[in-house]
Each structure stands twice: as structure tokens, then as C-alpha cells.
């Protein structure tokens, strides 16, 4: 992996930006000390070299130049002082003082400057420095009055040196910091973009892997994982559905295709007969479109088009509105048919899906209870939830086949003798996950119970 891929990534320049506030904050606190140390120090020098400023000029208007020589001396002759004293003339020759020349170093608006006394006069060798005010006396005269910066400016040129360093080792640190923190996000990243490769080449049964950390890489890759299971399930759902449609629809197809052509075959028919096989035809067509109004139904809630038409929806007049409707059947074929309201909970949906789940579910159970059966419609609430449940006396559904039935085109042996195309369950299942309900089969012994659970606020 390059060196300067390193340094494009995020997390390189996340590392830099932290280096960078490390360095501030280190300066901060360097200045800091400096000033609260060094820095009162130097305040409190410069009083002092005020002060004496203050009684040398008194010395001078009260005994003159003699006077002012002759402190100076005075005080130049101490071997212990930290003070430097010079009286020069216009040219610069000394009169008095401890310095032998003056210095080349220009004062600033106030009179104040820094120079170097000599180059090994301090410690260890270094250069002996000082802080001095200059003023002028009358007759053209000079007055340059200071005190030793020697260990201060030590001081502070060590602190520089601290700051320079700490720099450097900080920089070091931060710059391989953030290309080996780099390297390992992006060796993680790059097995993530790799798998998608793969994936988008066709291969769906590739996943990302994790490592055991359970950070945030970690839940991207879980949350990448859960999607591309519920990729690879509807890409499987969609073959499986193709499959279907092409072995379920092409025997009624075949079968429109050798009316047609039968009829075709005797021009010598009457009237009825024409009149019976487009009768056929016109049945086994409306039962294809039937097939594809169901796929249709079936896609559009899958889709979740209608989630914003969500309204209150009175569950039991709507299981009412449907027992109205499949009654008159029930009686018809010889059933047993009840109506059981508990409760009237209202819940928010679509009622149109709602009814057409209801009805699919009665349809069922009218379907395929034999003669002398009994079918039950009940509605009920318990806690959050309400419940509309068809129980029937019918052959039922073996308990490993419950998931089974939930799919497209799906029917059991026993069922194909009746007419149907396997999708009434289907469409209950989709508009059960459009309103986030559960559609529960359960045995009913003998027969079938149906229930489409709903959340009575969702």
C-alpha cells in the first residue's frame, strides 16, 4: 500500500489536524510558563533598572557630572554585581562604567535594548547578555544603565529548544501515528470494496468480513451483512416467482392456445360451438389476468406505495362489511357461518388493503372446508394489539409447510383440484409487513386458524 495513498485518507488527515491542536496546546502552555517565570522576572528587572535610572539622574541635577562618575564607580567596583553602568561621550568613549565600549545594539522608542556583553561570559561557555535603558545628558553626554540577562535569556532559549523538540518528537509521532491507524482502516476498507467487487460481479452469496473489535467498521460491515441477506432473499424470491409464473401460467396458456386452435381446425362448427370456446377462452383469459392482478397487488404493497394513506380504520366494521360479503357463500356450500366481536379496536392502515387481506383470508376458508364445516370470523384487542381471525374446520396446513404457503404460487397437493393460483397468502403476508402486523397460522384442529395481528398504534 503507497505512502501517499496513506496521506489522502481521512484518517491521516484526521491524525494531522489532532498533531496540529497538540502542538498549539503545548505552545499555550510553553508561553504560559514562560511568561509566569521568565517573563515576571524580566518585569521585575526592568523596574529595578528604572529605579536606578531614577537615583542616578537625581545624582546628576544634584552633584553633576562629577557626582554621577563618582557613583558610577562606586558601584562598577562591586565584583558581585549584576549591573552594567557606562557614561560615554557623544563619540562613545567611556568616562565611567563597567563596559569597556558601547554597544552596537540600537535602542528602541523608549530607550531600551538588548546586547551581548561578550560571547562566553555566561554559563558553559555561552554568551553573557544584558537588558539596558540609554539617555542622554546635558553636554551631549550618554548614560546607559542595565542588569545581566544571562540566565534568562538561558531560559528562555531552553524553553524554544524544549518547543522545537517536543515539535519534532510530536510530528514523528503523529505522522507514523496516522499512517499505521491509516493503513489498518484502509486494509479494512479495501476488504469491504473488494467484497462489493465480487458482489456487484454477480456473486450474492459474498459477505464482508468482521473483526472481533465491534466498532463502527464492525457495524458497517454487520448492517452491509443484513442487507445483502435481504438482497440475496429478494433476488431469490424473484427467480423463484419467474419460475413460478413460467410453470404455473404456461398450462393455462397452453390450454387457451388448443381451444383457439381446435376451433380453428373445424370451420365447419356452428354458431354455439364457436359461441361455447370463446366462452373458454374468454374464462381461462380472465383467470390470467386474475394471476397478474394478484402479482400486481402483491408488488405494489411490497413496495409500500400506500403507507402514506395510513387512517384509522374500524377493524370490526370492516371484518362485518366482509362476512356480509362471503355469508350468502358460506350457506351456500353448506357452512356454518359466525361472526364473533369482542372488541371494536381501530387501528391505522389502509382500510383496502385491509379488506382485501380479510377477504382473502375467508376466501380460503370457504374454499376448502368440505360441506357441514364451520368457518368462525372473530375480532378482538388485547393490550396493544387487535386481532381479526378466520378459523375454519377444513383440511389445514402442516405445521412445516406455514412458512412455505406464505410464498408466491405456492399450493398444496390436496388444494390443486380447486380452483386458485397460490397467491392469496401471499398478499396477506404483504399487506401483514405493510402494517408491520404478523399473519399467524396455527392449527386448528381439525382445520385451519388464521390471524392477521395488527399494533393498534403504529
Known sequence: MSVPRLLRTTTFRVALLYLCLFLGSVGVVLGVVYRSTAGFVERELDEAIAEDVGVLRDRFERYGLSGLV????????????????????????????????????????????????????????????AQAVVFALPGNLRLLVGRDMTELDLVAKQIIGSLGWIAAVAAALGVSGGLLLSRSVLTRIEAINRTTRRIMDGDLSERVARSCNGDEIDRLAGNLNAMLDRIEALMAGMRQVTENIAHDLRTPLSRLRSRIELVLLHPDEDAEDYRAALQD?????????????????????????????????????????????????????????TVEIRARPSVPGNAQLLAQAVANLLDNAVKYTPEGGRVVLSVGAEGPEARVTVADSGPGIPADMHEAVRQRFVRLDAARATPGNGLGLSLVEAVARLHRAQLRLEDNAPGLRASLVLPVGA
Not at 562613545?92 to 554597544?103: E, Q, T, V
Not at 561578550?118 to 553573557?128: H, R
Not at 387512517?311 to 356480509?324: S, T
Open 70 to 129: 563618582e557613583e558610577i564607580r562606586r558601584r562598577s567596583a562591586d565584583p558581585h554585581t549584576n549591573s552594567f553602568y557606562l557614561v560615554a561621550t557623544p563619540a562613545g568613549a567611556p568616562l565611567a562604567g563597567n563596559l569597556s565600549g558601547w554597544p552596537s545594539a540600537t535602542p528602541d522608542d523608549q530607550g531600551w535594548l538588548h546586547f551581548k556583553v561578550s560571547e562566553t561570559g555566561g554559563p558553559a561557555g555561552n554568551p553573557a547578555t
Open 281 to 337: 377462452a374468454l374464462a381461462e383469459a380472465d383467470r390470467l389476468l386474475a394471476t397478474f392482478k394478484a402479482l400486481l397487488s402483491i408488488a405494489q404493497v411490497e413496495a409500500h406505495a400506500q403507507r402514506d394513506d395510513f387512517r384509522p380504520v374500524d377493524l370490526a366494521g370492516l371484518a362485518e362489511a366482509a362476512a356480509e360479503l362471503y355469508e350468502p357463500l358460506a350457506e351456500e356450500k353448506g357452512l356454518a357461518f
